[in-house]
């Protein structure tokens, strides 16, 4: 049995507007066990989300951005890269089942989110559902391609009768809930749906962002709040804000009950030292009981993996500090900051 379903979820990354993002097997075994002088010691991560880079949904341009008007065609197009063979999904089941036969733990299933894209309003052919060429000119048009991402999803991931790997639900992309183009109305009848065929959904929205405190009545099973404290030379990242966010996220997640998203920007030391302001606030003011999501850089598996090869035992340390959190062990003074 899994010892913490679907509490500690890893975004893994796997297409940009590039090309595949490579996480093969290899890449995911430091993320699916925690692993000491080379030998397989426990489980890490129960979860994995699987997502699109942003630049493969967005337009960027001076001063904002657009979605971009997909079709069934890039729908289906995404599904097939969460489950291209020998990465993503496939990667991480290879992984697991390693992980498995190394630990004599026949019965654990890793946990799998996969994504729904955003149906922009611009798409005024979408693609034939139940007969209808979707406009998304209208609600009720945007709600069914939803349904018919979800049921794809699903069908196309029981075809693959993974051993060691479980679907769980959908991750809910955008990180903002603004009210206006029925955003509120599509994420509330999505998530009823998804619950109704017996699935969950979960959310990451960034700190502050519109709609965060509302995340239950949204109709998510699992929501974060990232804090968007970076280290000095991530300046550039979105609404950057300084280490008083993390007491501000612990007292939200006491208030409403959203859990926290934690953020390692990249294998350097000077990244390491403000996840570890992550672990060491979240062990001190008890997010570190609620639910996770990790945002490690675009490259997720990768830096884990990284930082667990790293000749800088700080960024060593950091992953063997991770591994405590994630099984809720780890106490603040523990954390060598």
Not at 82 to 100: D, Q, Y
Not at 122 to 144: C, I, P, Q, Y
Request: hydrophobic share 35%.
């Amino acid at each position: 049995m899994n010892r913490h379903p679907e509490k500690d979820i890893l975004l893994c990354y796997t297409v940009s507007a590039d090309g595949h993002i490579e996480n093969d097997k290899d890449v995911f075994l430091p993320s699916a066990a925690y692993i000491k002088d080379g030998k397989i010691e426990d489980f890490m991560f129960d979860s994995f989300i699987f997502l699109p880079h942003p630049n493969y949904l967005y337009d960027y341009f001076p001063g904002g951005y657009a979605h971009k008007s997909l079709t069934m065609e890039n729908f289906s197009a995404y599904i097939g890269e969460e489950l291209k063979e020998g990465l993503a999904i496939n990667a991480l089941n290879e992984a697991v089942g390693e992980v498995k036969k190394a630990l004599g733990n026949e019965d654990y299933k890793a946990h799998v989110f996969m994504s729904l894209l955003y149906p922009a309003n611009t798409v005024k052919e979408f693609g034939v559902v139940d007969g209808k060429m979707l406009d998304f000119s209208n609600l009720d048009d945007r709600l069914a391609a939803l349904r018919w991402m979800v049921d794809e999803s699903i069908r196309r991931f029981n075809e693959k009768q993974y051993e060691h790997v479980a679907l769980s639900g959908f991750y809910w992309f955008c990180e903002e809930m603004e009210y206006e183009d029925y955003n509120r109305e599509m994420a509330q009848i999505t998530t009823d749906y998804i619950r109704s065929v017996g699935y969950k959904t979960c959310w990451c929205p960034w700190f502050g962002a519109p709609g965060f405190e509302d995340w239950k009545e949204l109709g998510f099973d699992i929501a974060t709040q990232q804090a968007n404290f970076f280290p000095e030379h991530r300046k550039h990242f979105p609404n950057r804000g300084t280490e008083e966010r993390l007491p501000a996220v612990a007292e939200w997640t006491r208030k409403i009950g959203i859990g926290v998203g934690m953020e390692w920007c990249d294998e350097t030391h000077a990244s390491a030292e403000v996840f570890k302001q992550y672990l060491e606030t979240g062990a001190r003011e008890g997010f570190m009981h609620y639910p996770h999501i990790y945002y490690v850089s675009a490259r997720g598996p990768q830096v884990i993996r990284n930082a667990h090869n790293s000749e800088d035992a700080y960024v060593r340390e950091t992953y063997d500090e991770l591994y405590k959190y994630i099984h809720r062990t780890l106490k603040a003074e523990e954390v060598h900051l």
